[in-house]
């Protein structure tokens, strides 16, 4: 195990280590405080991305940005030398978003359908934006890593604020898992999960300010405390991977166990200090045992952040001060391989030690992780070390979904209106928790053929790029490559957790993996870029190939921002409708009902208000045919049947129809609790005896009762669950 590579120049010489010099911040360090600026700026605006009004705006703010990008790089970029490189990639990402597109076209839940092809093109035109802008600056690959780690430290800087300081941050919470500023505790761990190995790189590297590579230590401190407070088990899974991977692959091991071994004992002083505060691992305390919890953790992360800092500003003095031998070096690297080592085995003693010995426990964990109806673990610490997850159900239930659509599947987004047949449970789920699973519930065969297309193409474009294939041993690490690896690395880790979760629905968290995965397969092939190459200085080049490429793409930017735009535009004119008809104003509520029926004609909720209008016009034949729509565009939503049996019972007078369309929606929600009592109720109504439940076909379930006509749009994802994404 070497701590670096060799070099065609020889070992290096002794420099002057100045570990107190500032730093004077040079471009690199600019655009990377720019970076975790928009980085930062994205997971706080977008947070879970299950609010429509926020994941719009970031979506909008994306596209354009994008295309502006594309258009700039376009008439900078130097001429072109052979292939774009990673436009295979990108050809098959974008194909992917056209299927998307098309699935409204057969999806159960069209106006969803919708929502995801608008979240799935400005993922492509993100790609597009970073392949384009790395043909321009292709050098400013450390301004990506530090912009990414940066960001990451923002991120759980303030998650820990609201743990160290609720009474100001966040009074309301009701859990003690770690999971702002995005409201899903396992965004957050992977956030934190992604900004290890830049850390691990900025903290071994041998370039660079030694006072901004000693922050690293207490950085990447900060961040393992971040990841262990949220309890996310997968991204804790995703990281592990993805740090086997890093160290297997680039030669700063030990310089880079340094880094990590001193970060995660000091981190792990305080997050077992946390683990045993009841006040902090407890859901649903008072603020004030909250606020005093919350101080002490404040006083042990400002030591852990000191302690680490002088331990980072030492272990660098002492690295540059006397150098290890080669013999030392060995003799460290076996040593670190051992302790490496001795963690399974510890954790097999500890196994074989308990009732089900060894193999047992092991048969037991996965037969909990697959097991549809495990128990799900409680919301404590000791979810960390439990297999038991109710995944494995959601993942059963796509799988139902994909044997009866298996081709195109349910459409996109259309999980969350078809699992109501096939599910168990009450549980209000909108994802399916993993990206496997989630495609092929949502587009089929056809769709996971291209997604795997796009996985293939990129994994191909990475290792050409970053050197990882056999041809490319025995070539220099160069910084650069070490840094693409790194991003490699990134992208590996954010793939692991979308096999578990559904994070990819993140902006906060898609975008970091799509600059990494754009950034390395849009350099090129690393015997290229090894070649000794002076590059021409940055200049604009307007012949009229390069304007009109770069108009191309400002305008598919702007018609794809006003497609994005419209399904906002719809809720926002159903709700001001609602809003006049509580004014008295009619006419001005019929007309923003219908406005916002043009501007989605996909969507219920314009439907719904145009009928809940047309009843307070005393025009009930109008407002029977917004209903009767509602159920012809979706017919295998609950909400649909429902909203139309409550309008024959209640506004018509005609139990029977109801009672027909009870039935329909029964069939399709055959376990919800208040769509069984308003059927039994109905059929007494018509007959006049007490009625039996229809029979419920094996494997089939029920959904959380559809909102009643009259009750006001609101946004995916507004009202706060009993339970929040993630938990299951």
Known sequence: MSSHAATPSGPATAVAYRPLAVPRPGIDALLSIGLAGILAAIAFAAQGGLLLGRTTKV??????????????????????RGPLCGATTAAAFLALALFTVASVAWAVQPSDAWVEADRTLTYVAVFAAVLSLVRVVPERWPAVLGGIALGAVVVAGYALATKVFPGALNPDELYARLRAPFGYWNALGLTTAMAVPPLLWFGARRQGPPLLNALAFPALGLLLVTLMLSYSRGALLALVIGLALWFAVVPLRLRAAAVLGGSAAGAAFVVLWAFSQDALTQDRLPLDVRVDAGHQLGLLLVALVLGLTALGLAWGFAAAARPLTALERRRAGIAALVAVALIPLGMGVRLAQTDRGLFGSIGHGVNQLVDPNAIQPSNAPGRLTSAGSVRARYWNESLKMFRDHPWAGVGAGGYATARPRYRNDLLDVRHAHGYVFQTLAD???????????????????????????PKDRGRPFTPERIGLITMATIVVIFGVHSFVDWTWFVPGNAVVALLCAAWVVGRGPLRRNAAAEVRP??????????????????????????????????????????????????????????????????????????????????????????????????????????????????????????????GAALYLDPRNPSTISAYLQVKRRVTGKKAAVPPIQPGQAGSAPAAPPGTAPAEPGAAAPAQPPGTQ
């Open 59 to 80: 979506e909008l703010a994306l596209l354009i940005g994008s295309g502006v990008t594309v258009a700039a790089a376009t008439v900078l970029a130097p001429p072109r």
């Open 443 to 469: 587009l089929g065969i056809l769709g996971m053929a291209l997604s795997l297309l796009a996985l293939v193409a990129w994994a191909i474009a990475a290792a050409r790029a970053a050197g990882l294939r």
């Open 537 to 662: 200085p940055l200049r604009l080049d307007l012949d009229r190939t390069r304007i009109a490429i770069a108009a191309s793409a400002g305008l598919i930017a702007l018609l794809a921002a006003w497609a994005v735009w419209q399904p906002l535009r719809s809720l926002n004119a159903s709700n001001d409708g609602l809003s006049r008809l509580e004014a008295g104003d009619i006419n001005g509520a019929r007309a923003k009902a219908l406005d916002a029926h043009d501007r989605n004609p996909l969507a219920l909720d314009p439907l719904t208000v145009l009928a809940i209008v047309e009843v307070r016009r005393g025009d009930k034949p109008a407002a029977l045919h917004a209903i009767e729509q509602e159920v012809a565009l979706q017919p295998a939503n609950t909400e649909a049947w429902l909203r139309l049996a409550d309008f024959q019972l209640n506004q018509l007078k005609k139990p029977k129809l109801a009672l027909r369309s009870l």
